[in-house]
Every structure is written in C-alpha cells, then in structure tokens.
C-alpha cells in the first residue's frame, strides 16, 4: 500500500513530518517499509544538437541541467532542437516503471532521458520529447517532489487499504485530528438500466449512469498521486475509479454504457462458461465464480477483473458505474483459479467496508463531471449492505488479566471511542460494536490487542507485571493440566498439523475418514480422525535420522465428522526404543506396554480401573494390548504398536502407545495435598477364587476393590489352572481402617468382598 503525505492530510490535520508519522504507524500496528521522495524529471535546455553518426534519427544533445557543467543526452526524438526547453529524466528517476541509467548508446555515452508527455504520464502523445514554456526555470523540477509512504498490510487490517483508514488510526493514536468528508447525495431517479442479483455472494450492487461525457485527463492532483504510488494516469473515468480504490477501499468498475446489452446480472457463471478480461485473456471460468453480465454474455469477473467487451475507451461517451460488495472468499478463490491479483481482487478477498458503495459511487461521479462533463441521469441500487451483528462483551479489567498492566477504565473508554466503537456500558460490563470498516475485530482478545497497540507497547512493556507460572494456580484448562502431568513424566509434547492421511487412517483404525475438499498438500487429504498418524510420521522420521528412542504426546482436536458438534479433544502418547541411554552404573532396558499404562495410571489420581485385553484394534498387537475400564466405560487404551503398521510405515524400533479418545474421560485436576500418617495400621487378608479360564485376573480383584472403601489395594499373588477349564487366582487385599475394628467389622468386609466376585464374576470361593 502507498499513499503520499498531500493525500493523508486530505483526511487528517497535523503538523507532524512525515518520519513522525511513519514512526507512529509502525508503533501502532502499520509497520512502514519506506519514506521517499520520488526523483522527479527536472526541466533542461538544449543548448547542442548534432546528428549521431550512423543513426537517422538519433542526436546527441548536450543539456543545461542548471548543475554546472552540460550533461551529454543521446535522444531520438524529432523535435529536439538548440533552445528547446524539455524535462530530463537523470539515472535513478524511475519512468514508466523502469529505473534511468547512464549507459552507452550506440557507443556514445548518454546520462540521462528526455521525456515525452506519455513517459510523464500527462498524456498518450509521443510524437516527441515534451516543450516546456520559455519561462521555466531550468533544473526546476517538472514533476510534484510529494513524499510517498509504502507499508506492508497483513491480512486482518483491510481498513488500512484505504487512506481514510489510515488517517482514522493516526487520529486515534494522537496524531492527529480526522476530517471526514461528506459524499454528494445519489440521485433518487433509476438508471435506465437495471440489475438483478441473482446470487446471494452479491448482498447489494450499484450502478450509476453518466451520459455525454468528453473523456479528458485527470485533474493534476489526482494524476499526481496516482502517479507517485506506481499508476499511470488513463483518463478521468478510470483514474477516478482507482483513486477510489485507494482513498476509501471501495474497488469500483468503469462500463461503456453504449456497449451494454439489456439489464445488468451478477449471477454465478455456467461451468466452462468462457470470458476474456481487459487484458485479452480467455478465461474457462465454473460455477463457484461470481460474474457480471448483460444480456450478450460476461461483462466482468466479479471482484477480479473487468472483461474486454464493455471496457472505458477514449471514445467513451456514456458510461456506468459498478459499486458493490462482494463474498470475499469467492473472489479469493475466483482470483487464485484465474491466476490474477488486482488492486479490486486484493481488498475484497479481505473484506471490505460495506457501507462505502454509496458514497464511494458518489464520489467517483463528482470527479468525473467535474473533469469530464456529463449528466448523472441515474442511480439503481439492488439489494442492500450487508450488516455484521457484532457484540463483544468486555470488562476493563480484561486487559489487566491479559497484559500485565492496569490501565484506567476512562483511558480504555476514550482509545476505542477514537477508534470508531460503539460502548453500551451496564453495571461493569461494556456491549461494545466495532466499526464496520474493522473486519478483524470479534473477541474480546482483539479489542485488548487494539487499546494495547494504541496506548502503546512501549509502555507496556516498561511497566507489566510478569506474573510467574504457578503449576497449581488454580484455572479451568484441563488440557493444560493433563500436559503438565505427561510432561512431569519425562514427555515431550509435539504438535502436528490437524490434517491427517487417509492410508494411513485406514492402517490404524476402523473408524470413517473426513475428507478435506481442498487439501494443502496431497498426503494431508482429512481432517485427521486421530492423533497417532501424526506421532508415528514423528518416530518414523526421527528413527530415520538416527533418534529412536522417543517420549511423545499430544494433546488435540480429531474430527468425527463435518458438521459442529463432531469434534473432541483427544490425547495420546508414545514412548519408542530404549528408556535410557547406555550407562556404566547400571543396564537400560526397552520400553514396554507397561511404561504407558503407567503414564495413563499416573493420570487417574488414584481412581480405580479394570483392564480388558480382548478385542484389539488395527493399530495395536493382538496380543500387547489392554483397555483401560471403568464399569462398561473405555478410559484409555494401551498397547504395543502392530508389526503390520510398523511394517507398512518403515518403522523397526519397538513403539508403545496409549491413547485417550476424549481427555473428559480423564478426571479433572487433583492437587496433591498433605495427608497425615494413618492412625491405624493396615490390615491384609487373603482369597482365592476358582473361576473359568477365560476370566482376567485384573476383573477379579478390581471386583474385590470396588467391595469397600477401605480397601486401598489388591494384588495377584498365585494363579494356577485347574482341570474342566477352571483355574484358581488367589489375591491379598490391604484395608486402612478409619477406626479400631473389630471381628465382626473385618468379617463384614471379608464377606463383602465374596459376594461382589462371586456375583459379578461368576466365581466360588475356594474352601481348601
């Protein structure tokens, strides 16, 4: 984006240099890349003119530049003579965007160009060099010497398209005070063409017709800024389209009116329906395109480009005028297919003001009767501007919370009022409505990024309050929480993209891929179903470059399916190779099933579980392989990865993995707190059960466990198979009395715990 100082102060009164204001716009968010004078042609006189040898229309013209000695020019033009006064072009001025150099002509050095009206952008004649009156003062420059401002803009600011925008923040930054500018009024009766919007990416289009128009140039000023940011002045009909573009960031189009046949169309085109742009290029263009048409066919790609038929020409005696808005995702994708980047196709495909196709259109007609003459014979408005029903709610004390500083409610209250927002104020919250024009502005996060940049970061950080990171402050993140445990444990947490590939989906699990309609790359073709495809690409590229032992996890959205809702926010961990590195003080061993099972125990702050250890899914070893269960509810699986995976994604270290389908299953944050020693010592006593084969032993005692509260404990300590299918587990528990106990206490427990295995297990007690 380029603007020159002139052109700011049309909208903001300051005495500030233009260092000062670039300063405070890179302060405020409008990182400035350059202030520069552009070097300008200057007038000279010819004081010599002699024929180039060997050349017919070729002279070597030495030139009163006003510098001192002459300044030897090789010049072809016709009417280069001794005493005529011309404009100069020396090495560095920039014309008709190519930079001027000395260099040899046909072996004779030349330093400098002199210029013709169309290379100075002040008409198409180049018939010869321009002729300068008598009275010019040599070396003077022919051309305004204007500063020109050139900055980047990130796609979230479109507001700083448009000068206005810019001057809106300056003002608002103190820079300043804003000066708006009324648009004339639109005349009530209807062009007598009309409009039909026949999609709904076109919420409003307007049109205004001028007839009798004598094309002419632009006035000076508008020539001369649109010259010093790169464009060269056409005539006044196109330069007042462009100049709107920049003043305000309306994008705006120019129509022959007598080229046009019947009414105006925005309608989405026919698939492989054909179109050429002003430019003389065919286009094939589909059904996701937005288009401008009449009754002959395309007028204009809609946002991008206008078309070949129905272009301004210098013979243009009536024209229409375009004002619209258009969805900025379809012009951004209508943009990309064809291959083009316009000044129109760059602001709308980041969102334009829609409040602006009316005076814009105003705008653009006064500066074009005022040049070229003409009737305004009428305005058709279809449709109307779009509205977005934007409320943030938001207290003062936000930003405090979010910065690190306290900065006065009244001071938050006059930086957004400066900006453009609307503040409802009830009881200590704030309603607030962003300005239209301020697309980027939805939460309350980006209401502090906007005072903050205003009241200054300078200041922020010289008095912020750098609040340490407490683990155990309490918040409500409980993925944070389930972060800082794995993390504790010696993980390391990786984050991948949230697109997955659908072979290896189909590796992994049985469940249904989410295919992602416009993929980045070819092997990210879903959303992702889980997180495991991403950590095991992480093993296998590690393993590749000689890292194979590995302690991952992550923690992150997977998608069940296209529509809202589908989503949850899933965990899973990976350890590979070794658990330690090779010591003299003791052997290293490799990782197994049991180290993530115990990662995923660790995570259950003591709440208690069976293990099932049937029905393996694709991804784990038939036979390395548990479920973590609480009643009929899957907590966590846990297993060792399948050598048919492993296989098919080249890895060969041994991998272990535990996943979480949903960190809710987790439960919420427990804080360890001191528990003093107990009063009573514990209390153990044994069982053995026959049961069938088939049942784990992991059913019985977490049976056991579940038979008393004060039973803390159970472990495993003989099991035996039987004859007929049978075989005999025999367990301890450990109770923790809360009181003295007596017989008959221990007894009621004992009893307890027989019933619950021998009804939910289908076990006897065994008496010998």
Same mark, same amino acid.
């Given at each position: 984006?380029?603007?020159?100082?002139?052109?700011?102060?049309?909208?903001?009164?300051?005495?500030?240099?233009?260092?000062?204001?670039?300063?405070?716009?890179?302060?405020?968010?409008?990182?400035?890349?350059?202030?520069?004078a552009?070097v300008?042609p200057?007038?000279?006189?010819?004081?010599?003119?002699?024929?180039?040898?060997?050349?017919?229309?070729?002279?070597?013209?030495?030139?009163?530049?006003?510098?001192?000695?002459?300044?030897?020019?090789?010049?072809?033009?016709?009417?280069?003579?001794?005493?005529?006064?011309?404009?100069?072009?020396?090495?560095?001025?920039?014309?008709?965007?190519?930079?001027?150099?000395?260099?040899?002509?046909?072996?004779?050095m030349?330093?400098?160009?002199?210029?013709?009206?169309?290379?100075?952008?002040?008409?198409?004649?180049?018939?010869?060099?321009?002729?300068?009156?008598?009275d010019t003062?040599?070396?003077?420059?022919?051309?305004?010497?204007?500063?020109?401002?050139?900055?980047?803009?990130?796609?979230?600011?479109?507001?700083?398209?448009?000068?206005?925008?810019?001057?809106?923040?300056?003002?608002?930054?103190?820079?300043?005070?804003?000066?708006?500018?009324?648009?004339?009024?639109?005349?009530?009766?209807?062009?007598?063409?009309?409009?039909?919007?026949?999609?709904?990416?076109?919420?409003?289009?307007?049109?205004?017709?001028i007839?009798g128009?004598?094309?002419a140039?632009?006035n000076?000023?508008?020539?001369?800024r649109?010259?010093?940011?790169?464009?060269?002045?056409?005539?006044?009909?196109i330069?007042?389209?462009?100049?709107?573009?920049?003043?305000?960031?309306?994008?705006?189009?120019?129509?022959?009116?007598?080229?046009?046949?019947?009414?105006i169309?925005?309608?989405?085109?026919t698939?492989?329906e054909?179109?050429?742009?002003?430019?003389?290029?065919a286009?094939?263009?589909?059904?996701?395109d937005?288009?401008?048409?009449?009754?002959?066919?395309?007028?204009?790609?809609?946002?991008?480009?206008?078309?070949?038929?129905?272009?301004?020409?210098?013979?243009?005696?009536?024209?229409?005028?375009?004002?619209a808005?258009?969805?900025?995702?379809?012009?951004?994708?209508?943009?990309?297919?064809?291959?083009?980047?316009?000044?129109?196709?760059?602001?709308?495909?980041?969102?334009?003001?829609?409040?602006?196709?009316?005076?814009?259109?105003a705008?653009?007609?006064?500066?074009?009767?005022?040049?070229?003459?003409?009737?305004?014979?009428?305005?058709?408005t279809?449709?109307?501007?779009?509205?977005?029903?934007?409320?943030?709610?938001?207290?003062?004390?936000?930003?405090? *919370?979010?910065?690190? %500083?306290?900065? =006065?409610?009244?001071?938050?209250?006059? !930086?957004?009022?400066?900006? #453009? /927002? &609307?503040?409802?104020?009830?009881?200590?919250?704030?309603?607030?409505?962003?300005?239209? *024009?301020?697309?980027? %502005?939805?939460? =309350?996060?980006?209401?502090?990024?906007d !005072?903050?940049r205003?009241? #200054? /970061? &300078?200041?922020?950080?010289a008095?912020?309050?750098?609040?340490p990171?407490?683990?155990?402050?309490?918040?409500?993140?409980?993925?944070?929480?389930?972060?800082?445990?794995?993390?504790?444990r010696?993980?390391?947490?990786?984050?991948?993209?949230?697109?997955g590939?659908?072979?290896?989906?189909?590796?992994?699990?049985?469940?249904?891929?989410?295919?992602?309609?416009?993929?980045?790359?070819?092997?990210?073709?879903?959303?992702?179903?889980?997180?495991?495809g991403?950590?095991?690409m992480?093993?296998?590229?590690?393993?590749?470059?000689?890292?194979?032992?590995?302690n991952?996890?992550?923690?992150?959205?997977?998608?069940?399916?296209?529509?809202?809702?589908?989503?949850?926010?899933?965990?899973?961990?990976v350890?590979?190779?070794?658990?330690?590195?090779?010591?003299?003080?003791?052997?290293?061993?490799?990782?197994?099933?049991?180290?993530?099972?115990?990662?995923?125990?660790?995570?259950?702050?003591?709440q208690?579980?069976?293990?099932?250890?049937?029905?393996?899914?694709?991804?784990?070893?038939?036979?390395?392989y548990?479920?973590?269960?609480?009643?009929?509810?899957?907590?966590?699986?846990?297993?060792?990865?399948?050598?048919i995976v492993?296989?098919?994604?080249?890895?060969?270290?041994?991998?272990?993995?535990?996943?979480?389908?949903?960190?809710?299953?987790?439960?919420?944050?427990?804080?360890?707190?001191?528990?003093?020693?107990?009063?009573?010592?514990?209390i153990?006593?044994?069982f053995a059960?026959?049961?069938?084969?088939?049942?784990?032993?992991?059913?019985?005692?977490?049976?056991?466990?579940?038979?008393?509260?004060l039973?803390?404990?159970?472990?495993?300590?003989?099991?035996?198979?039987l004859?007929?299918?049978?075989?005999?587990?025999?367990?301890?528990i450990?109770?923790?009395?809360?009181?003295?106990?007596?017989?008959?206490?221990?007894?009621?427990?004992?009893?307890?715990v027989?019933?619950?295995?021998?009804?939910?297990?289908?076990?006897?007690?065994?008496?010998k």
């Open positions: 984006m380029k603007w020159t100082y002139d052109w700011l102060k049309d909208y903001l009164k300051t005495d500030a240099t233009a260092d000062a204001i670039a300063d405070t716009l890179t302060r405020t968010g409008l990182e400035i890349d350059d202030v520069f552009p300008t200057i007038a000279a006189q010819i004081i010599e003119c002699e024929p180039l040898p060997g050349s017919d229309h070729l002279h070597i013209l030495q030139v009163n530049d006003g510098r001192g000695a002459p300044r030897q020019v090789v010049c072809g033009a016709p009417n280069a003579r001794v005493g005529l006064i011309s404009a100069l072009a020396l090495p560095g001025c920039v014309i008709d965007g190519h930079e001027i150099q000395s260099g040899k002509l046909r072996g004779v030349s330093n400098g160009m002199m210029c013709s009206e169309k290379e100075l952008g002040i008409s198409d004649n180049h018939d010869g060099i321009i002729e300068l009156p008598a003062v040599i070396g003077a420059p022919v051309m305004s010497t204007e500063t020109v401002f050139e900055a980047g803009i990130t796609p979230n600011r479109p507001d700083y398209l448009a000068v206005r925008g810019i001057a809106q923040d300056l003002a608002a930054a103190g820079i300043g005070e804003y000066t708006s500018h009324d648009a004339p009024a639109l005349p009530e009766c209807p062009a007598s063409r009309g409009v039909n919007i026949l999609t709904e990416k076109c919420p409003v289009y307007r049109l205004m017709e007839r128009i004598k094309m140039a632009s000076d000023v508008i020539a001369r649109l010259r010093a940011i790169g464009i060269n002045p056409k005539n006044a009909p330069d007042a389209t462009n100049y709107v573009c920049f003043d305000m960031g309306q994008p705006m189009h120019c129509f022959d009116a007598d080229e046009i046949v019947g009414d169309t925005v309608r989405m085109a698939e492989s054909e179109f050429t742009d002003l430019f003389g290029t286009h094939k263009l589909t059904t996701a937005i288009v401008i048409a009449d009754d002959a066919g395309i007028l204009a790609l809609a946002g991008v480009v206008g078309g070949a038929r129905g272009m301004t020409t210098d013979a243009t005696k009536n024209i229409l005028l375009e004002s808005y258009f969805d900025p995702v379809s012009v951004r994708k209508s943009a990309k297919r064809a291959g083009i980047s316009t000044d129109a196709s760059y602001r709308y495909e980041r969102g334009i003001d829609p409040t602006l196709t009316g005076p814009a259109l705008t653009a007609a006064r500066i074009i009767t005022s040049v070229c003459g003409g009737d305004i014979v009428g305005a058709t279809s449709g109307k501007n779009p509205v977005r029903d934007i409320k943030i709610k938001y207290t003062p004390d936000m930003f405090a *919370r979010k910065m690190g %500083i306290d900065v =006065p409610a009244d001071t938050q209250m006059n !930086i957004l009022k400066s900006l #453009g /927002y &609307d503040i409802a104020v009830r009881g200590g919250a704030w309603a607030l409505t962003p300005p239209v *024009r301020r697309v980027d %502005i939805e939460i =309350p996060e980006t209401v502090i990024a !005072i903050a205003i009241y #200054g /970061y &300078d200041k922020i950080a008095t912020a309050t750098h609040r990171c407490n683990p155990v402050a309490p918040h409500a993140d409980h993925a944070l929480d389930i972060k800082r445990a794995l993390a504790a010696g993980l390391n947490e990786c984050r991948s993209y949230a697109f590939n659908s072979k290896t989906e189909e590796l992994l699990t049985d469940h249904r891929s989410v295919p992602v309609a416009n993929p980045i790359v070819s092997d990210l073709d879903t959303a992702r179903g889980d997180l495991l991403g950590l095991l992480a093993v296998s590229n590690n393993e590749k470059r000689g890292y194979p032992d590995l991952l996890f992550e923690v992150g959205t997977v998608f069940d399916g296209d529509i809202p809702g589908a989503q949850r926010t899933a965990m899973t961990l350890r590979t190779g070794m658990t330690g590195p090779r010591h003299w003080a003791g052997r290293t061993r490799g990782v197994d099933i049991y180290d993530v099972k115990a990662d995923i125990v660790s995570l259950l702050a003591g208690r579980f069976t293990v099932a250890t049937d029905n393996a899914p694709r991804w784990a070893h038939p036979y390395r548990g479920r973590i269960m609480q009643g009929k509810k899957v907590i966590a699986e846990f297993g060792e990865l399948s050598p492993a296989r098919a994604l080249r890895i060969k270290t041994r991998v272990c993995v535990a996943i979480v389908d949903d960190i809710n299953n987790i439960p919420a944050r427990h804080i360890a707190k001191y528990t003093p020693a107990a009063e009573f010592p514990p153990t006593r044994d059960f026959i049961t069938d084969s088939a049942t784990p032993a992991a059913n019985i005692v977490g049976t056991a466990m579940s038979a008393s509260r039973i803390t404990d159970a472990v495993v300590f003989d099991a035996f198979d004859s007929q299918n049978e075989k005999s587990i025999a367990f301890t450990t109770i923790c009395p809360d009181k003295n106990m007596t017989d008959a206490d221990l007894m009621e427990i004992q009893n307890a027989i019933s619950a295995v021998e009804k939910k297990c289908g076990a006897k007690i065994r008496d």
